[in-house]
């Protein structure tokens, strides 16, 4: 399959999932999804009301979905409700994830955080995207975004083992997609964001100092780069870690 051409940006009809949908960096990629003509099904363990009030407040169709995305029949739950909505999906958007523990010694981890976060940072981005790839394969065309952290690009800033071997494993799984969808066309990229304010960092000493460009990061700096993967401005762009930090990572 060759490539279509590069286009400006136009989400018009398509219709995009995203976990982790409820707040922070998910919440923030739902709506610029919204504003740019996406309808959007909202994947999260958490209730997202918020985020679906305002989609609707932009005129586009959206539908919240609870779903665990360490679960297999919970995301395969997820995906078959979407699709009975919206009859296709060309989006998705692995966003969900946690943090865990950064503050112990090495030898304090144990094997329940370990699996806990593999479970949930990297696995469900597997399940997820294993759920939604014979949508995109049988029409032929659809874009999948991971995101990822600048943890998984040096080791962390201040995050855990358990954290940081996640997010390296999520670029990995980017690279090894990318390649077997190029002649399906699917898209598969990934975002590796720095420091960015919300919940998940609250309590972490995550400073602005520790930034090039001034500041730590906001949701929207992700969200419209999550935009630019999910559009058909990106259309000669896959198997890429999109770093967005500030300039704490030049490479």
């Not at 051409?5 to 739902?30: H, N």
């Not at 962390?156 to 690279?175: D, M, N, Q």
């Amino acid at each position: 399959m060759i490539a279509p051409v590069s286009g400006p940006i136009d989400l018009t009809g398509r219709v995009a999932i995203v976990t982790g949908a409820s707040r922070g960096i998910g919440r923030a990629i739902c709506l610029a999804l919204a504003r740019e003509g996406a309808n959007v099904g909202l994947c999260d363990i958490l209730p997202s009301p918020e985020t679906a009030k305002k989609i609707r407040s932009m005129e586009q169709e959206v539908l919240e979905v609870q779903c665990d995305i360490r679960r297999k029949a919970s995301i395969l739950s997820a995906v078959n409700q979407i699709v009975d909505s919206f009859g296709r999906i060309d989006i998705l958007v692995n966003n969900a994830g946690i943090l865990g523990d950064s503050s112990k010694q090495f030898e304090e981890y144990s094997e329940d955080e370990w699996d806990l976060l593999l479970q949930t940072n990297l696995r469900g981005v597997f399940l997820m995207t294993q759920a939604v790839w014979p949508y995109l394969k049988k029409q032929g065309s659809g874009k999948v975004i991971c995101v990822g952290s600048i943890a998984g690009r040096i080791g962390g800033l201040l995050a855990g083992p358990h954290y940081c071997a996640s997010k390296g494993g999520i670029h990995a799984f980017v690279k090894w997609a990318a390649k077997k969808g190029a002649t399906l066309g699917i898209y598969v990229n990934g975002i590796a964001p720095g420091p960015i304010k919300t919940p998940m960092i609250t309590n972490e000493p995550y400073k602005d100092t520790m930034v090039p460009l001034g500041r730590l990061g906001e949701p929207e700096d992700i969200a419209e780069v999550a935009v630019f993967l999910a559009s058909q401005a990106s259309n000669f762009i896959t198997g890429n870690i999109i770093d967005v930090n500030g300039g704490i990572l030049m490479v």
